[in-house]
């Protein structure tokens, strides 16, 4: 960002919680019951939730920089912090 001062570049952060992709999957090497335990309890995040927050900071008027957009799913409070309590 610091590079970038002075330009019509803008940049912004996105930083995504709990979201349920296909990473849990390669990185249980293909087992999908170890996947899916990941958000077990929880309604996580989707692909599309994602999506709609890089639209969001690319639609501001081009006097808005968004620096920073930090989005969990709703049972979430940190990387690590979820409440699982959503029965299955």
Same mark, same amino acid.
């Given at each position: 960002?610091?590079?970038?001062?002075?330009?019509? @570049?803008?940049?912004?952060? @996105?930083? *995504?919680?709990?979201?349920?992709? =296909? +990473?849990?999957?390669?990185? +249980?090497?293909?087992? =999908?019951?170890?996947?899916?335990?990941?958000? =077990?309890?929880?309604? *996580?995040?989707?692909?599309?939730? @994602?999506?709609?927050?890089?639209?969001?900071?690319?639609?501001? *008027? *081009?006097?808005? $920089?968004?620096? =920073? @957009?930090?989005? +969990?799913?709703?049972? $979430?409070?940190?990387?690590?912090?979820?409440?699982?309590?959503?029965? $299955?």
């Amino acid at each position: 960002r610091h590079d970038l001062v002075g330009t019509d @570049i803008r940049v912004t952060c @996105i930083s *995504p919680g709990a979201v349920k992709t =296909e +990473f849990s999957v390669v990185r +249980f090497k293909g087992d =999908e019951g170890k996947a899916d335990a990941v958000y =077990e309890g929880i309604r *996580p995040l989707l692909a599309s939730d @994602i999506a709609d927050n890089v639209v969001y900071a690319a639609t501001r *008027p *081009p006097h808005v $920089q968004v620096a =920073e @957009i930090l989005v +969990f799913a709703t049972y $979430q409070c940190s990387a690590k912090g979820l409440a699982r309590v959503l029965s $299955q």
